[in-house]
């Protein structure tokens, strides 16, 4: 970056010059430590930089086994790499996880599979991708995410499945169905707090209109996310929020009280 300043500094750089830089910097960096082969900075930046879209860690299962596949955002192969993990859980608690690697120009890799389990795609979120379960981790979802310890990867399903209804691969009862499961009993502040908020201003007032079933499911569990609140300090704002956008009866507050 001290190149990249000095070299254009007072003045005005593209992103072309940018690429420049870096790849410079790389090739420097590679001949000191004497990397056995070039790396090609200005391809990995060119994928991640101008290209459109998301792609999507897709898992699937055939049989005994299961694969990970990396789907572009449009008709052709994607020309991103992807290194993350991939675990699966079932309702005993972790079953496994592995590295995940998809170079560019490979479509898919095969993991390992468990029956009636979650498969989690970048289980760990260390890659820029839309996540996609398969049927079967769909249908174990609400009676594995409560035990799942692991808060990076509750966030990360959370986020997949919030993507889902928006992309309509999930409907708003589905969700309601897994909310109602887990979030009584989540424990991390920032995921109470991102999911609070979803279900305040997004599913409770705009997927479950007229569903009034769904509706107080929902205000039962902000009910409890309250209750529960009481025994842990840090999640009594955003409890308290949750039940307030969801309740469907009236709160009564008094001074003190």
């Known amino acids: 970056m001290k190149d990249h300043i000095a070299r254009f500094a007072w003045g005005n750089a593209s992103l072309a010059d940018f690429m420049d830089t870096m790849e410079r910097a790389v090739a420097g960096g590679a001949e000191s430590v004497g990397a056995s082969r070039p790396?090609?900075?200005?391809?990995?930046?060119?994928?991640?930089?101008?290209?459109?879209?998301l792609d999507a860690l897709t898992a699937a299962r055939e049989g005994n086994g299961a694969r990970v596949d990396k789907v572009a955002p449009g008709q052709t192969g994607s020309s991103r790499a992807h290194l993350s993990t991939v675990a699966a859980w079932s309702r005993e608690g972790k079953v496994w996880e592995q590295e995940l690697w998809l170079p560019a120009g490979t479509e898919q890799a095969e993991?390992?599979?468990?029956?009636?389990?979650?498969?989690?795609?970048?289980?760990?979120?260390?890659?820029?991708?839309?996540?996609?379960?398969?049927?079967?981790?769909?249908?174990?979802?609400?009676?594995?995410?409560?035990?799942?310890?692991?808060?990076?990867?509750?966030a990360v399903i959370w986020s997949a499945l919030i993507d889902g209804l928006a992309q309509s691969r999930v409907t708003p009862a589905y969700v309601t169905d897994v909310v109602c499961a887990a979030l009584p009993g989540e424990g991390e502040p920032s995921i109470v707090t991102h999911l609070g908020r979803f279900i305040g201003s997004r599913l409770v007032p705009e997927y479950l209109v007229g569903d009034v079933?769904?509706?107080d499911r929902i205000s039962w569990v902000g009910q409890e996310c309250w209750e529960r609140a009481s025994e842990h300090g840090e999640l009594q704002i955003e409890a308290a929020r949750l039940l307030v956008s969801t309740t469907r009866t009236p709160i009564y507050c008094t001074a003190g009280g």
Do not use: K
């Open 111 to 154: 993991v390992a599979t468990a029956a009636e389990s979650v498969i989690v795609p970048n289980a760990a979120d260390l890659t820029w991708a839309r996540v996609v379960f398969d049927e079967e981790s769909l249908a174990v979802m609400p009676q594995v995410l409560p035990v799942i310890d692991d808060a990076t990867h509750r």
């Open 213 to 215: 079933e769904s509706r």
């Open 39 to 53: 790396i090609d900075i200005r391809a990995w930046m060119s994928s991640w930089l101008t290209e459109v879209g």
